[in-house]
Each structure stands twice: as C-alpha cells, then as structure tokens.
C-alpha cells in the first residue's frame, strides 16, 4: 500500500505557473503520473513519468505547457504547470502506475484544487 498526498494547488490567473508536488508514504519503483478532473467531466489523464525519470508522456492539450518529474530520493512526483489556461481548472490527482502505456492506476491520492482565473 502507498498513501500518496498532494500540495501546490490553488488559485493563479491564466497565463500564471503552480507547481504541484506529490508525496509518497514509501520508495515505488513503478512509473507515477497526474490525473485530473474538472467540474462535471470525466478524470482524464494528464502526464506520466516512468521509474527512472527520463521517459515522460502528455496528452496534446497539455504538452508543451506541463512538465512531470520525480526526485526518488525524496519520494516526491513533481507537475511544473505553465501558461496556465481557465480549462485547467480541476482536482488534480497523483497515482502509482501498473502500466505507464495503459495507465492502469494502482493508488490515487486525495487530489488538490487548481483554479484558473480568466
């Protein structure tokens, strides 16, 4: 088991940068990732990171904009989010990866409000 806890977010206005932090209860060698949810929408897969670090995955709406990254040492998943846009507004969740292709998601944390003022 994994208790994963998230910090960072909050209320920034677009154009603005946050960064979301991630702590994990224990070392996972597996590949983490962001997930979020925006007011009456689906949870949707935001970026992925694998074990070591160097492999990192986006979908289009974020690329370029949103960067992932993990410091194992510390335990600690990382999402760097600039030029931030209103349709960013959403939880935000980290998660413990089986698959980093599939993203089928192990554990999930508690998630942490972004809010993108326009």
């Known amino acids: 088991q994994v208790q994963l806890a998230e910090s960072g977010g909050g209320l920034v206005q677009a154009g603005g940068s946050l960064r979301l932090s991630c702590a994990a209860s224990?070392?996972?060698?597996?590949?983490m990732g962001w997930f979020r949810q925006a007011p009456g929408k689906e949870r949707e897969f935001v970026a992925a990171?694998?074990?070591?670090?160097?492999?990192?995955y986006y979908p289009d709406s974020v690329k370029g904009r949103f960067t992932i990254s993990r410091n194992n040492p510390n335990d600690t998943l990382y999402l760097q989010m600039d030029s931030l846009k209103p349709e960013d507004t959403a939880v935000y969740y980290c998660?413990?990866?089986?698959?980093?292709?599939?993203?089928?998601?192990?554990?999930w944390g508690k998630g942490t409000l972004v809010t993108v003022s326009s």
């Open positions: 990171v694998d074990w070591s670090g160097p492999n990192t």
């Open positions: 998660a413990v990866l089986r698959n980093i292709v599939t993203r089928t998601v192990l554990y």
């Open positions: 224990r070392r996972t060698l597996s590949p």
